[in-house]
């Protein structure tokens, strides 16, 4: 790594929702971060107090507005006060080195064309065990292959082209928001950052890895609080996807997977199933956005 630039115009943005201790965690991995950056937590109509402090800014919203919504909350707040870079954090992760932030600005840094930047992901598991964890790129509908973008001259190897970046840690350059625009809101969670990487790498943006810089994780902590909510937006997303991006076939390919997989579930008498079957339905009835009053139970 070259010397560390500074990270003044960065803000750290944190969506709260669900454990006010995951919240402070995250937060805290922030605080430690050097150079300094400036903290920005998004209460996404939680009902719980996220932690405040001298460094913490606060920013509310009226009710739960997913990870699009309270994502563009933060990034429009950040846009508003002038800052050139974004990093997103979902609450339930954090960062144990401190110069991860500094490092992912580097490396937008290094083009200008570089629209967004992530880290190798961990998740802790419920046994305590921390494993790496891959995209399961087989199961996104893809658009531009990885590499289809130029890659930019001079950076790193230990820069990987992406197809896309994972939403729990997203390192974002705003003059690319506010180009390719904000989270689509109607996906309300899971896929959006996925559309995101998708519209950007259409209009001519670059993506990266940065494989020497690492994020921890709860595998899906705020989302497991209500049992087949994951499964419900994946399913519903990933159908809303293959249709922007791939066409009737790739729909028709994703709703028969989509079906095996309720069908399984079913068999072992796994109540998600019918959160897959809402989430198919949903679909074909174009009914996006949040999913009933809070998260909702399927009807």
């Not at 400036?38 to 009226?62: E, H, K, Y």
């Amino acid at each position: 790594m070259s010397e560390r630039l500074p990270t003044a115009r960065t803000v750290g943005c944190v969506l709260h929702w669900g454990y006010p201790s995951l919240t402070a965690r995250c937060v805290e991995s922030l605080v430690a971060q050097t150079p300094e950056v400036p903290i920005v937590v998004v209460d996404n109509g939680a009902g719980s107090t996220p932690p405040v402090g001298s460094r913490v800014n606060l920013v509310r919203t009226a009710k739960n507005l997913g990870y699009t919504g309270g994502m563009n909350a933060g990034l429009r707040w950040a846009i508003a006060r002038g800052f050139e870079f974004a990093i997103l954090l979902t609450n339930d992760g954090w960062f144990e080195d401190p110069a991860s932030v500094a490092s992912l600005v580097e490396d937008l840094r290094l083009s200008e064309r570089t629209a967004a930047c992530g880290p190798r992901f961990f998740h802790r598991g419920a046994n305590g065990v921390i494993t790496e964890w891959d995209f399961p790129t087989r199961n996104y509908p893809r658009q531009a292959p990885e590499g289809s973008v130029p890659r930019p001259i001079g950076l790193p190897s230990a820069l990987t082209d992406a197809g896309h970046l994972g939403g729990s840690c997203l390192a974002m350059r705003v003059a690319a928001v506010e180009d390719v625009g904000l989270f689509d809101e109607r996906l309300f969670m899971y896929f959006d950052e996925v559309d995101w990487c998708y519209r950007a790498l259409i209009r001519g943006w670059y993506l990266c890895r940065d494989d020497r810089v690492s994020y921890f994780e709860d595998v899906s902590a705020s989302s497991s609080l209500v049992r087949g909510l994951k499964e419900y937006y994946m399913t519903r997303n990933r159908l809303v996807l293959s249709r922007r991006y791939r066409g009737t076939r790739e729909v028709a390919r994703a709703t028969v997977a989509a079906l095996r997989r309720a069908a399984g579930l079913a068999k072992r008498r796994d109540g998600r199933w019918r959160w897959v079957g809402e989430g198919i339905i949903d679909y074909y009835r174009n009914s996006l956005g949040a999913k009933g009053t809070l998260f909702g139970e399927p009807s």
